[in-house]
């Protein structure tokens, strides 16, 4: 299970994806978002200079499954979501993608999270963050993990 995610929302349906898969859980950081501002201005003027991501600490090759989860920023998965994707995504045997929102409707995170890393998901799953905040998303992630548990694997 690898994540990005600014306001914790995304991290926080990352931690019950994994511990219902019993699967590892790896935050996605790059160097270059040291605040907020920065972050938006890489995103609006700089989103083609290749970011910088911290090293990761699980190898998404040593995994049957890969589970991705993405906020959503400008309709499009974040930079450094996609920075991940772009160079990791070789190593997928499997994978699946969710995205949070603070609209209610899923705005093509998930396909150009599919179109980038060039695979197909096993399962996908949208949360929106009004849902996440008020911990009414238990349901949405039991799903969500029946999906991707249809064939045996371990989890990253
Ligand atoms: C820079 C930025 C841009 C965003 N753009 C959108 C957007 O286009 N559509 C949307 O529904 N939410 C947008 N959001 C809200 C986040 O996608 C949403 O709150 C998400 O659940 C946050 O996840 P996180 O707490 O894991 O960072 C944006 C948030 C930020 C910080």
Request: aromatic residues 12%.
């Amino acid at each position: 299970m690898v994540y990005f995610s600014w306001s914790g929302v995304t991290a926080r349906v990352a931690e019950e994806i994994a511990r219902a898969l019993s699967a590892d859980r790896e935050e996605i950081k790059c160097y270059e978002y040291k605040n907020l501002l920065a972050a938006v201005l890489q995103m609006m003027f700089a989103r083609n200079k290749e970011l910088r991501l911290f090293p990761l600490q699980y190898q998404p090759e040593n995994y049957d499954l890969v589970v991705v989860g993405s906020p959503t920023w400008a309709g499009r998965p974040p930079p450094p979501v996609m920075v991940y994707l772009r160079r990791y995504a070789a190593g997928f045997k499997r994978v699946a993608f969710f995205s949070t929102s603070a609209s209610p409707a899923e705005q093509n995170v998930l396909a150009e999270m599919a179109r980038v890393s060039g695979k197909e998901p096993v399962a996908v799953a949208h949360f929106h963050r009004s849902v996440v905040r008020l911990r009414d998303f238990v349901r949405q992630v039991q799903e969500f993990i029946a999906r991707v548990s249809g064939s045996p694997g371990s989890a990253a």
